[in-house]
């Protein structure tokens, strides 16, 4: 939160460009990328270039009572999107078009805090711990983060699922398998 917004816009410009350079992303044909809430590294970019090269995007819908996501497609950005649980930007009624999570390629995961082998610390809900489970083996996990935001250990659970790649505005961290997609 202590980010200045210039700090958070050029970052994210970098972090983005990297990971659409990035092999799963070019490769993959339906992704799920969450729409940026407050100070989280900017997905905008991202979402308006891969719907302008003809990608199936969608972002989740959380389900607070159910503690869990739902992908739905999104046509256009942000029009399609209206603040839903905490703030948070999902598909406005009308806009909801559910996806299958067994058809991504790709997830771009939000988090708090990553350490380098791709372990996860999020918003203590277990949302994306979850979903993630749902997709399809050789669906690539990919988390955009600051630099400040990689730590030494965030000691995972058993439930916690690890990301495959990590990207900083300094480095590309391949923390797992993700050659698939
Ligand atoms: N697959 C699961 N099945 C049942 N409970 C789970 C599962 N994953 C996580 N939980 C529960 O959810 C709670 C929150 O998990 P955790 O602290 O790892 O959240 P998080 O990864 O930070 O959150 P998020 O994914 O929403 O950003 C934990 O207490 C855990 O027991
Ligand atoms: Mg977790």
């Given amino acids: ?9 050029e970052k994210s410009m970098i972090i983005i460009d990297k990971i659409m350079s990035s092999d799963p992303y070019r490769k993959a044909k339906s992704l799920m990328v ?19 090269a003809g ?13 869990k996501l739902t992908p739905s497609r999104l046509l256009a950005y942000p029009d399609d ?11 406005r009624p009308g806009c909801v078009r559910p996806v299958d999570p067994g058809e991504l390629d790709l997830v771009v995961v939000p988090g708090v805090a990553f350490d380098a082998r791709g372990n996860r ?4 809900g277990g949302f994306y711990d979850r979903f993630l489970p749902r997709t399809r083996p050789g669906a690539v996990y990919i988390a955009p983060a600051f630099e400040v935001q990689l730590v030494e250990d965030v000691f995972p659970g ?4 690890p990301v495959h790649i990590v990207v900083t505005e300094k480095r590309i961290i391949t923390a797992g398998p993700a050659e698939p997609v």
């Avoid at 969450?34 to 991202?46: C, K, P, Q, S």
């Avoid at 610390?121 to 203590?124: K, P, R």
């Fill in 81 to 91: 999107l209206a603040p839903g649980a905490w703030g948070i930007p999902e598909p």
């Fill in 121 to 124: 610390l999020g918003y203590g």
């Fill in 158 to 161: 058993p439930h916690d699922v």
């Fill in 34 to 52: 969450y729409a940026d809430f407050r100070n989280e590294v900017r997905t905008g970019g991202l979402i308006i270039r891969a719907l302008e």
């Fill in 1 to 9: 939160m202590a980010l200045s917004p210039d700090f958070v816009k």
């Fill in 55 to 67: 990608k199936k995007v969608s972002v989740p819908i959380t389900d607070v009572r159910e503690k």
